[in-house]
């Protein structure tokens, strides 16, 4: 009876077996790393590419986005042109006080005009917003940098 003896009973296990867990934590983990740089993207548009460097920042810009329809987003939220600089301003209100001017970047779409985006950014700069730099997304080539570029440009992230 394989060593037991007359009336022995078996004892309750009190030792939790933590392998299932570790091995589904680890699953998670894999979907949650290859899914989170999807969810990143915003308003889908086709930036022009650019060989310039990316800026370092200190805070979250505030991202302006022209589709390729000519439609304005502040951030993914879609918003007329009229009400643009309105709505920075309340953004801009609601900053902490004395902290710098948050950056924004306009985004455009490749396919669209450039008097459009053009016109986003004279109405950012006419509401009074200073920190305004047009986005193109980064291309591998290492080209020569200009000594002094016309506007700073970042890329976009992935």
């Known amino acids: 009876m394989g060593g ?3 009336g022995r009973r078996y004892k309750p296990m009190a030792e939790i077996n933590v392998t299932p867990f570790v091995d589904v934590m680890l699953v ?9 740089p999807m969810m990143t993207s915003g308003v889908p548009v086709d ?11 200190e805070q979250e810009p505030l991202t302006i986005t022209v589709d ?10 879609e918003v007329p042109l009229e009400g643009l600089v309105a709505q ?8 902490q006080p004395g902290a710098p001017e948050r950056r924004i970047f306009v985004r455009g779409d490749r ?8 016109e986003v950014m004279g109405t950012i ?3 009074g917003f200073t920190r305004v730099a047009l986005l193109a997304e980064q291309t ?3 080209a020569p940098r200009p000594a002094q570029p016309a506007q700073p440009q970042r890329p976009q992230p992935r």
């Open 47 to 57: 930036l022009p590419r650019t060989s310039a460097q990316p800026l370092n920042q």
């Open 28 to 36: 998670l983990l894999i979907i949650f790393m290859v899914a989170a």
């Open 88 to 95: 920075l301003q309340a953004i801009a209100r609601n900053q």
């Open 4 to 6: 037991r003896g007359p």
């Open 111 to 118: 396919a669209i005009s450039y008097g459009r985006v053009m």
């Open 125 to 127: 700069s006419a509401g």
């Open 140 to 142: 591998n080539a290492t």
């Open 68 to 77: 390729p329809q000519g439609r304005i987003f502040l951030q993914e939220t």
